[in-house]
């Protein structure tokens, strides 16, 4: 009997070791592959006291925090290059730990090895079955970005108004929109829009080409929409040179209301 329990604990152990062994070899940023074996040990000693053992988001930090720790079991991840309801690449998995989330508790972690991020990757990927059963599709390919200028940015206040951006982020892109306290996530979690004039940074990253991703893709397991069926590319840029301008002080809200509309010339 003694027999039997080990060579099925054996047994066990190598599957266990097998599967991570799998996912770690689907893993690739660049030229480095992953190792979730190498992952799990650095989770444990910087993750898990958010995330949780499971990958849940239920660690003994999680009750006080806000936002929430993410759930890894979902496969649902606000920063993706992918369209709405799609995986994440490797690479935004990647780029997340690398920069962190602004605005929470998740910081970045760029101290570490490019290899030990890469790792990590591997191992947070074996929480879902997602990312056995299915392949992420391309990442948005995104155009190239228009010159800024008022005009752009007066026709992005606009399309903020009219696309009903105001109804979370306000009339200004305070983050205080009538919708504003109302707003859950998919956890049914309370959370609160972005505020676009309160620093520097926002939740995936800081540049024009993050806010246009951000605006086709949508922040899955938030209330944030894609508006790839909604916008074309061009008034993407205008509404993404607007939040930045916001971002940066370079216009106040009601400067860019402002903005008169060019009168239609005369035929």
Not at 51 to 80: I, M, V
Not at 118 to 128: C, E, G, Q, R
Not at 237 to 265: F, M
Request: with cysteine; net charge neutral; charged share 20%.
């Amino acid at each position: 009997m003694r027999i039997k329990i080990s060579l099925a604990g054996s047994a066990a152990l190598f599957f266990l070791v097998s599967s991570l062994g799998a996912v770690a070899q689907q893993t690739r940023v660049g030229n480095l592959g992953g190792n979730a074996k190498h992952g799990k040990a650095l989770y444990e000693r910087y993750c898990i006291f958010c995330h949780g053992q499971y990958g849940d988001g239920t660690g003994e930090s999680a009750p006080y925090l806000d936002p929430k720790p993410r759930d890894f079991t979902k496969a649902t991840f606000k920063c993706r290059s992918t369209p709405s309801g799609s995986l994440p690449l490797d690479t935004d998995l990647y780029d997340t730990i690398s920069r962190g989330v602004h605005a929470s508790g998740m910081p970045s972690w760029q101290p570490l090895t490019r290899e030990d991020r890469v790792d990590l990757v591997a191992y947070i990927k074996t929480f879902s079955p997602r990312f056995q059963e299915e392949k992420p599709v391309a990442g948005l390919v995104i155009p190239p970005e228009p010159a800024t200028s008022p005009q752009s940015v007066a026709r992005g206040a606009e399309l903020f108004q009219s696309m009903n951006c105001w109804l979370c982020h306000g009339k200004e892109g305070r983050g205080n929109g009538p919708s504003a306290s109302s707003l859950t996530d998919s956890k049914n979690y309370p959370i609160t829009p972005f505020d676009f004039t309160s620093g520097t940074r926002f939740k995936c990253g800081q540049s024009d080409q993050g806010i246009f991703r951000d605006l086709m893709t949508g922040l899955d397991g938030t209330p944030m929409p894609s508006f790839a069926d909604a916008l074309k590319p061009e008034q993407a840029w205008d509404l993404a040179h607007y939040i930045d301008a916001l971002r940066t002080g370079a216009v106040k809200p009601s400067q860019a209301q402002a903005e008169p509309k060019p009168e239609p010339k005369p035929n």
